[in-house]
């Protein structure tokens, strides 16, 4: 068995949906990146790769890639799956925590679990999905940017 930890962060602009979990939330600001930005996806990708010892999300999909440009951060998940599996693991669960002032995405976790847990091939009971704000105090306080914690657990195929 094996244990990793993700984390990601993104900036924060005017936009009417911001994906989060492989889903659209419709808000007022969405996450800036390179991707289309899911930083609760990349944060669990890190998680994955780390615990499978295969470096970080930035070494397998650079933003310096065209190809990346925009790219679907579930494509990147399912990816990244196939690739841990390729070298003997898969995950038993994920426990995660989003950390954002608005908007409120308490009643869109259950869909998050959902769709996490149709790409990585676990049931929903095992993704766990917490938001929390940070009291308005620094960077995510003040709106200007979104960041996500993850921490998961592999075991080597048999």
């Known amino acids: 068995m094996r244990v990793g930890i993700g984390y990601d962060v993104h900036a924060l602009v005017p936009g009417d949906v ?21 930083c609760l996806i990349h944060a669990i990708m890190d998680a994955l790769f780390g615990a499978a010892n295969m470096r970080d999300i930035g070494f397998h999909y650079p933003d310096t890639n065209p190809e990346y440009k925009g790219v679907d951060s579930k494509k990147l998940l399912k990816d990244c799956v196939s690739k841990i ?26 869909l998050m679990q959902q769709c996490l847990s149709k790409i990585m091939g676990v049931s929903s009971e095992n993704v766990s999905v917490k938001a929390t704000t940070t009291e308005r105090l620094g960077f995510v306080g003040k709106s200007e940017g979104i960041s996500a914690y993850a921490v998961c657990l592999l075991r080597k195929k048999e």
């Open 18 to 38: 911001l994906c989060l979990g492989g889903v659209e939330i419709p808000s007022t600001l969405r996450a800036e990146g390179h991707s289309d930005a899911d």
């Open 85 to 110: 599996a390729e070298k003997g693991y898969y995950v038993v669960n994920v426990d995660s925590t989003v950390c954002l002032q608005s908007p409120k995405i308490s009643g869109y976790i259950p």
